[in-house]
């Protein structure tokens, strides 16, 4: 009987030593979605329920001891008014990564770290997702089949390099680079990718800076191909002012003709109020437009006003 339980009490203590070393678990999500009136074209406005890049995603760690640890992260997008999934299971993010005082190794297929350090930054009002989101931005490259390194922070300067490998005929290798660089309230970012199968490239820089309650963004891309022939240059600038709960945002983008493409320029504006009712949830309102010339080719005119609700967990 003693043997027994000192057996049990052996195999408990072995237990929870491995369930230490397992990996912590994170669940965490996102919904959000609005009521649109949305005019495309010359059609008739129509009103939609809008789903604005819902997902419930997992994300864990283990350390091993040493300053280095293994992770894992896996996301998936879905429209909270079908419950459709949005594309591929686990689609919107699927890597494993090692991380150490030499950086962090990534392995699968995430979002464009040159998107993140520019476009997306300065996207304040909806997180750069929905019918507001930017629309003259050129992404380029693949998101799957990727290997990437991220240096460690140095004085408040990081750098990533990834490639997203061939693996099958008629698709090439994508080059994806991206910079960040803080310094009290300013923030600086670039981003450069390149795809090797076809004249496509595009280069961007960024900045934010925030003044009390303002906070003021930019970029700047001059792209290759990206969405027709030729060069073009594009700009954002973007506002928000908070006042308690409350944030007001502006955002502006104006992107130039296509070099090989006359009367092929494009503008997007949008105006929107948040407000948040927690740390988890808001409640918000916008009004965005796109005015695309008579000769572009990769964008139509388009406007919504929205109101919507977006809760994190």
């Known amino acids: 009987m003693m043997k027994k339980s000192l057996l049990t009490v052996a195999l408990a203590t072995v237990a929870a030593g491995s369930a230490l070393a397992q990996s912590s678990v994170t669940i965490y999500g996102r919904l959000n979605q609005s009521v649109e009136r949305q005019k495309t074209g010359t059609a008739e406005p129509v009103w939609v329920l809008q789903n604005s890049s819902s997902r419930i995603g997992f994300k864990g760690a283990e350390d091993l001891g040493g300053g280095l640890k293994a992770g894992f992260q896996i996301e998936h997008g879905f429209s909270p008014d079908t419950g459709a999934a949005a594309g591929t299971f686990w689609g919107r993010q699927s890597e494993v990564n090692l991380g150490g005082n030499f950086g962090l190794l990534r392995l699968g297929n995430f979002t464009s770290e040159a998107y993140f350090a520019t476009a997306d930054y300065i996207s304040m009002h909806n997180h750069d997702t929905g019918t507001s989101s930017d629309a003259l931005y050129a992404y380029l490259g693949r998101d799957i089949n990727k290997i990437a390194y991220r240096t460690p922070d140095i004085?408040?300067?990081?750098?990533?390099?990834?490639?997203?490998?061939?693996?099958a005929?008629?698709?090439?290798?994508?080059?994806?680079?991206?910079?960040?660089?803080?310094?009290?309230?300013?923030?600086?970012?670039?981003?450069?990718?390149?795809?090797?199968?076809?004249?496509?490239?595009?280069?961007?820089?960024?900045?934010?800076?925030?003044?009390?309650?303002?906070?003021?963004?930019?970029?700047?891309?001059?792209?290759?191909?990206?969405?027709?022939?030729?060069?073009?240059?594009?700009?954002?600038?973007?506002?928000?002012?908070?006042?308690?709960?409350?944030?007001?945002?502006?955002?502006?983008?104006?992107?130039?003709?296509?070099?090989?493409?006359?009367d092929s320029s494009a503008k997007q504006f949008t105006v929107g109020y948040n407000y948040n009712m927690s740390k988890r949830t808001k409640v918000y309102s916008f009004y965005t437009k796109v005015d695309a010339a008579a000769g572009n080719t990769y964008l139509t005119d388009f406007s919504s006003f929205a109101v919507g609700v977006r809760h994190n967990f």
């Open 155 to 167: 004085k408040g300067l990081t750098v990533e390099g990834a490639v997203a490998l061939s693996e």
């Open 169 to 262: 005929s008629g698709f090439g290798r994508t080059i994806d680079l991206a910079a960040n660089y803080a310094i009290g309230p300013l923030q600086l970012g670039a981003g450069y990718q390149r795809v090797s199968t076809t004249a496509q490239k595009q280069f961007a820089i960024r900045g934010l800076y925030e003044i009390g309650s303002f906070v003021i963004g930019a970029y700047v891309q001059r792209d290759e191909n990206g969405y027709a022939a030729g060069k073009r240059t594009t700009t954002r600038l973007s506002g928000m002012y908070t006042l308690g709960s409350s944030e007001l945002h502006l955002n502006f983008g104006n992107a130039g003709k296509y070099s090989s493409v006359p």
